[in-house]
């Protein structure tokens, strides 16, 4: 038996301001906050980016420069996306206590490009996850779909029973329940290596 860990990313990992991210797309497009909602924030756009249906970065980044009605450069958009993002090292210790019992995996809701660039904009997971950073549109549908968590179980070939999540977003962890997996509501970093630690010793 292999236990596999499941994580999202921001706001469980990484502290996530949003808000800090929409004042630079301000400053580089010249639309207020509202106007990028209204652009590109919305499930014909960013959340259709977390389902997969860009094919990559590139696609992605075209369509977004044409919501924006201006060029935004790869660099800018990964530059602003990951000035948003700080590391909580609990939470990292967590995970590295994670990767001792089982494999660990990321799944977070971003999309092409995103995941193109997800070592430059967290680059603290790469030492912990290696190889296993994947964005929702990697999977082709974005949480809270139970579609998402199946496809995260059957490409590591393994049962719900032995896959645990962690995710600040009560809906998401309600969708991971509901095909079997062992759902964490992120709290707090010692309340997620508790229930590590809770999980890996039900499955002993």
């Known amino acids: 038996m292999s236990l596999l860990f499941i994580f999202d990313m921001d706001d469980v990992l990484y502290d996530y301001n949003w808000r800090v991210?929409?004042?630079?797309?301000?400053?580089?497009?010249?639309?207020?906050?509202d106007e990028l909602r209204r652009r590109w924030w919305h499930e014909n756009g960013e959340w259709a980016a977390e389902a997969g249906e860009f094919a990559d970065a590139d696609e992605y980044l075209a369509a977004f420069c044409a919501a924006m009605g201006c060029d935004v450069s790869e660099s800018d958009w990964v530059r602003i996306r990951a000035g948003a993002m700080t590391p909580?090292?609990?939470?990292?210790?967590?995970?590295?206590?994670?990767?001792?019992?089982?494999?660990?995996?990321?799944?977070?809701?971003?999309?092409?490009?995103?995941?193109?660039?997800?070592?430059?904009?967290?680059?603290?997971?790469?030492?912990?996850f290696g190889e296993h950073l994947f964005t929702s549109s990697h999977y082709g549908a974005r949480k809270p779909n139970p579609v998402v968590f199946e496809r995260v179980i059957a490409a590591y070939d393994t049962d719900a029973a032995d896959a645990f999540f962690a995710d600040d977003m009560?809906?998401?962890?309600?969708?991971?329940?509901?095909?079997?997996?062992?759902?964490?509501?992120?709290?707090?970093?010692?309340?997620?290596?508790?229930?590590?630690?809770?999980?890996?010793a039900s499955r002993a």
């Open 21 to 33: 991210r929409m004042a630079g797309m301000t400053e580089l497009t010249g639309h207020s906050l």
């Open 88 to 128: 909580w090292p609990a939470s990292l210790a967590a995970v590295r206590r994670a990767s001792e019992l089982g494999t660990v995996t990321l799944l977070t809701n971003n999309g092409p490009m995103a995941h193109r660039h997800i070592r430059t904009l967290a680059p603290d997971l790469e030492e912990l």
């Open 170 to 200: 009560q809906v998401n962890v309600d969708g991971a329940r509901s095909v079997g997996v062992t759902t964490y509501h992120f709290g707090t970093p010692e309340g997620m290596l508790a229930a590590i630690e809770e999980f890996a």
